[in-house]
C-alpha cells in the first residue's frame, strides 16, 4: 500500500557555489535542480511504502508497551520515532475510511504510567492474558493520520475549555486523552459528582480545562438504575427538553459530544408535557414508537440549540459506538474473545446500529446544510465503521480483576462496548487533534 505523505523538507539540499563564471554557476544551479527533484520523488514515493512487519510474537520480549515506567518526554515536540507529520491541506481524505494497521511501536502511554484509567478498562491489570491489540492503529485510506501530538495540543489549548458530553463512551474517551495528555502534564482533578461520572480536571500550567459531563440521553431523564445497571423502574425521558449541559455551554470552547445506546434500553417518552409513547414497554397501554423516533426527535433539538446558539464553539458530533457482543447479549451470556482486527467487509452492522448511524448521518446533514444561524462550527465525528472493526479491543471478561483467578471456567459478565485502555479509542483522539488543531 502506497501513501501519500507532505513534507516541509527534503533530506536533499542543492549545493550552491560561487562561481567566477556567471553560466556555468547557472548551469550547475539547474542541473542541480534537476537531480534533486529527480531525488526528491525517488523519496517520496519509496520513504512510504509499508513493509509488511514481523510478527508481533517476535517483539514482545522486547516491548516497552507492557511493563515499562514512565515515558520520559522528550525536549521536542515529538515522542521518539513517532510521525508528526500532517495531512497537507491540499490532500483531500476521509479520515474515517480505511483500516487498521499493525503499529509495533505501541501506544504512548501505558496502564502502569496513566493513573487516571478507571479499572474496569485497566484490561492488562485485570488479567487479561493477550497484548495484541494495544499494537494497531488507525490508518486513512490515502494519507498519514499522525499520532497525537500532546504538547502540540496543550499548547494550543492554553487558556481554553474543552468538554465531553455524552454517556460513558465520552468518559472512556475523555480518559484516553488525559492519558495521552499525562506525559506532557498531569491533569489536577477539580470537582466529581456524587457518582464521579462528570468531572473536571486542570492543567494549570497551561490554564486549560477539561471535562466530562454524564448525560446519557442529551435531554432531561429520570433514570432508575444503579451502577451495575440493574432496573427498577422505566426510564422517564423528556423528548424536548435538553439536559443542564446546555447550561454550561457557554463555558467551553471545544465540544466533543455523542450518544445512542441508552435510546435502545425501555423508556417512556413524555412531548409537551405529556406521555406521548414509549420503547419496548408491553403491558402499558402506550404506543410504541421505537428508539428511533426518540433518538431523532432528541438529536433535532440537540443540533437546534447548537445552530441557534451565539456563543462561539467548535462541536464535534460523535457517532454511535457498535458493540462486539456474540452468542448472546451482557445480561445473557454474550462474550468478545477475538485477538484480531477485522478487515473492510467481514462484518456489517447490525439492524440497531444501523439505524442510528443514519439518523445521525441524516440529521447532522440538515444541520449543515440549513446553515448555522449562530456561531458554532459544526463536525462530524464518525468513528462508527473504524470501531466497528475492532472487536478485539474491548474488556470482555477482564472488565474486573482476575475474573478467572479461582475458576478458570467461571461464567463472568462480559463488557464489549467499551474500549480498554490504552486501546483502540486512543485513535480516536489522534482524529480528534488531526480535526482540530492540524487542520
Keep these: 500500500m502506497v501513501k501519500r505523505v507532505r513534507s516541509d523538507s527534503g533530506p536533499f539540499s542543492v549545493q550552491k557555489h560561487n562561481h567566477v563564471c556567471v553560466k556555468l554557476g547557472l548551469s550547475i544551479f539547474l542541473v542541480g535542480l534537476a537531480v534533486r527533484l529527480l531525488l526528491w520523488d525517488s523519496f517520496s514515493f519509496s520513504s512510504v511504502v509499508v513493509e509488511t512487519p514481523p510478527p508481533l510474537e517476535e517483539l514482545k520480549a522486547d516491548s516497552p508497551v507492557l511493563s515499562s515506567p514512565d515515558l520520559k518526554d522528550s525536549d521536542s515536540d515529538d515522542f521518539p ?8 491541506k491540499d490532500e483531500k481524505c476521509d479520515l474515517f475510511v480505511g483500516e487498521w494497521v499493525q503499529d509495533l511501536s505501541g501506544p504512548v502511554y501505558t496502564n502502569e504510567s496513566c493513573h487516571v484509567i478507571e479499572p474496569h478498562q485497566n484490561c492488562m491489570k485485570n488479567g487479561r492474558p493477550d ?38 463512551i465520552s468518559r472512556n474517551q475523555v480518559q484516553s486523552l488525559l492519558c ?5 502534564e498531569p491533569a489536577v482533578e477539580t470537582y466529581h459528582d456524587k457518582e464521579y461520572r462528570s468531572k473536571i480536571w486542570k492543567f494549570r500550567s497551561h490554564n486549560f480545562t477539561l471535562s466530562v459531563i454524564w448525560t446519557p440521553f442529551l435531554v432531561k431523564a429520570a433514570i432508575f438504575e444503579d451502577m451495575n445497571g440493574v432496573t427498577s423502574s422505566e426510564i422517564q425521558l423528556y423528548l ?18 455523542g450518544g445512542g445506546k441508552w435510546f435502545l434500553k425501555t423508556a417512556i417518552y413524555h412531548e409537551n408535557s405529556t406521555v406521548t409513547g414509549c420503547h419496548y414497554c408491553p403491558g402499558k397501554n402506550l404506543t410504541e414508537l421505537g428508539f428511533d423516533y ?20 467548535t462541536v464535534l458530533f460523535r457517532t454511535t459506538t457498535p458493540d462486539h457482543f456474540e452468542n448472546g447479549e451482557w445480561f445473557s ?32 446533514e440538515k444541520a449543515v446544510s440549513l446553515g448555522s444561524q449562530g456561531l458554532v462550527n459544526l463536525k462530524l ?20 480483576f482476575q475474573p478467572f483467578a479461582k475458576d478458570k471456567n467461571a461464567k463472568v459478565q462480559n463488557d464489549c462496548l467499551h474500549w480498554c485502555l490504552p486501546g483502540p479509542i ?3 483522539n489522534d482524529i480528534v487533534m488531526q480535526m482540530l488543531i492540524n487542520g
Design 81 to 88: 520515532g513517532i510521525n508528526q507529520t500532517q495531512i497537507s
Design 131 to 168: 497484548s495484541d491489540y494495544l499494537y494497531w492503529r488507525w490508518t486513512p485510506r490515502g494519507c498519514e493520520l499522525p499520532k497525537f501530538n500532546p504538547k502540540k495540543f496543550l499548547r494550543f489549548m492554553r487558556n481554553k475549555s474543552m468538554s465531553f458530553i455524552g454517556d460513558s
Design 180 to 184: 495521552i495528555l499525562s506525559k506532557v
Design 240 to 257: 424536548d427538553k435538553l439536559d443542564q449541559w446546555t447550561n454550561q455551554y457557554k463555558n467551553f470552547d471545544y465540544v466533543v459530544i
Design 294 to 313: 426518540a433518538y431523532r426527535k432528541v438529536l433535532q433539538e440537540v443540533f437546534k440549540f447548537f445552530t441557534k446558539s451565539n456563543h462561539k464553539a
Design 333 to 364: 451470556g454474550g462474550y468478545c474473545n477475538r485477538t484480531v482486527p477485522f478487515k473492510e467487509g467481514q462484518i456489517h452492522m447490525i439492524g440497531v446500529d444501523s439505524i442510528m448511524r443514519g439518523i445521525e448521518l441524516e440529521e447532522f
Design 381 to 400: 465525528l464518525d468513528t462508527t465503521i473504524l470501531s466497528l472493526l475492532r472487536p478485539d479491543g474491548h474488556p470482555g471478561p477482564y472488565r474486573k
Design 426 to 428: 486512543d485513535s480516536w
